[in-house]
């Protein structure tokens, strides 16, 4: 019997004890010393923290916060309280994510020692027994709808050790933070600036029992109000208020006000059920030092503590991993785009040698010149070039077509000026011919500079060399045919020309939208048509947020389209997204890789309407493609030189 009433006169001492450090002189002993709160910043605002809640101390106060904390932080704090053997400590720590959320561990005690046992009649047995409660919580926090919502909870073990009596018990924490103006569809930064809080702590109570009856941490529940304006570059204030109500005891009130300077610089006071608060923090390069003053009713408490901030923040790591996954689908398309080319050149390369082995020089003439346009540097186009032009003139002087033969002749050594065969070629034309008329060295040297003219395509030398041959010998059939065929090849080169304008403005106008005088009104539309007729189109209105969203989910979803390999789905939405915003980097480098494979693809195909679109497309989204404007000129060149080569045979 007197050993359970010394040792009911410690757990009494005890819960006096606790009762004192945890300021909690209204409530009769039943409320928790760990419904204090923790965490310098939030106590230097009078605890009033639920609506703010964005570091380390956010499972105390409102777990919801921790989906708005920004860096990975530590925090801790030591304190000696009232000079009567109290202390607590706590520590902190939370490891944000950008894409899954954030988790914390957060740990604190408190202790009181030199508590003495007495027996009955009043004899000192111990002098210096200690009580001490030890809490530890794994949080976890979530934002979602753009950071306007976040949802969290906070699981806790808590423990309490007295003169050797032992005993613990799980609770649990939840909470919800809000932007509730933005959420109802508010767009300002005013409305952004106002933020709600709600939690309940113990959810699920822990239930302690030392000897023989349980005592369990009461339900409590938070609500708040914060507004958090930046009122320069360098200063910016954060007003909170929190209503706190313990089951079975007074509600109590929290007020608190924050300015900073420079992010470095913190000056804080509050007022925590009629107690006066204040606090000052320092941080520089992640690192923070805080004091927070506290006018108790059994004595002022003042507590000092340290922050560790380190890392990216959430949104840089947010914006490493968007950056990260652009590179990988630009580096997709780059391999496909290079993948599509290699394809390309292995299939031309295989007809140009099968046309070559069989002797049909046009067609494979044909090809060279296509693969000329897809891959201008490729090492055999001389070869090949060459090779044509020798089977050509052979053929020609196997049909005692002489002129043609020594044109295609020269054509070799404009290829390659050492070739052999072509010099001896050229020597046998010469020989024939100095064998079937006797020419003047005046018409020798004219008709030869005529043909040069001619081998090199610049027909209007040609032919005022062949006229002037005429004058000389009127009736040299040699000039009169090289005249004749030399005005064909003016005609086709013309024909072809204008032809080919033709068909580039075709497939401009095969590209106007059919749009009603109401959609030529609209400024996207406008700006779309003008690009295509090649008219300067009015400045672009700075897109708005809706806009921007919407610019946002198209690009999403051509993103999406892209990965499971529906480049023509991706394209429409990424067209969406151009219309609106021309300067959209990655859009446009998506674009117009796209248009010029696909402009590849199809003249390889022999579809030169196509081809020429799809590369007036990749012009259209960067004017500045060399690429696509090498395509289309050497496709002139190339179309320019079959009507040529169609009219001299």
Known sequence: MMARRNISSILLLGLLMSAASAVAVDDGGGRSVF?????????????????????????????????????????????TLFGL????????????????????????????????????RGFLLDDDLEDSETELSLGYGHAILDGDLSLG????????????????????????????????????????????????????????????????DPMAWRAGLAWDSRLSDGIAVIAAVDVEKTRDMDSRLHAGLEGRI???????????????????????????????????????????????????TVEQSRQAAHDANEAAV??????????????????????????????????????????????????????????????????QEKAEDFTAAAISWRRVLAIKANDSQAQAGLNRIQAENDRRAEYSREYKTRFNLALDAFARDDLMAARDGFKTVLLIAPKDPDALVMLERTESALIHQTAARQRLEMEIEAAKQARLPEASSNQLDDPSTTAATALILDEPAPPPASPSKDQLREISEYYRRGMVAMDHGRPGEAVRFWELVWAVDPDHEQVRQFLNREYLAR??????????NQAVASWEDALRVDPGDMRAQGYLERAQQQLSRLENINGNR
């Open 35 to 79: 419904a204090t709160g923790a965490g310098n910043r939030a106590l230097g605002m009078g605890g009033a923290f639920g609506a703010v809640a964005d570091d380390a101390s956010a499972p105390i106060y409102n777990p919801a916060g921790l989906g708005r904390v920004q860096s990975k932080g530590f925090q801790a704090t030591q304190t």
């Open 153 to 216: 909870g906070s699981l806790k073990f808590q423990r309490q050790s007295l003169a050797g009596y032992n005993g613990s018990g799980v609770g649990l924490d939840l909470g919800i933070w809000a932007r509730p103006l933005t959420l109802a569809g508010v767009q300002s930064d005013l409305a952004r600036n106002l933020a709600a809080g709600f939690s309940v702590r113990n959810v699920i109570e822990p239930s302690i029992k030392l000897i023989q009856d349980n005592v369990p």
């Open 599 to 608: 402009g590849m693809e199809a003249y390889a195909g022999g579809s030169l």
């Open 330 to 395: 630009a580096q997709r398309l780059e391999a496909a785009f290079a993948l599509r080319t290699a394809q390309e050149e292995d299939k031309l390369t295989q007809d140009i040698n099968q046309a070559l082995n069989s002797h049909q020089w046009d067609t494979a003439l044909t090809l060279v010149s296509t693969m000329s346009v897809i891959q201008p540097e490729h090492e055999n186009l001389s070869q090949w070039n060459a090779t044509c032009w020798r089977g050509i003139a052979r053929d």
């Open 85 to 120: 053997g109290f202390n607590e400590q706590y520590a902190s720590f939370v490891l944000p994510h950008w894409k899954f959320g954030t988790a914390s561990l957060t740990w604190r005690r408190f202790a009181v020692d030199g508590i003495e046992q007495r027996d009955d």
């Open 262 to 312: 420079l992010d470095a610089l913190a000056l804080r006071v509050g007022s925590s059920d009629d107690k006066l608060t204040a606090g000052l923090g320092l941080s520089w390069r992640g690192l923070g030092i805080d004091y927070q003053y506290e006018d108790n009713h059994l004595g002022d408490i003042h507590r000092f503590g340290l922050e560790i901030r380190f890392g990216p």
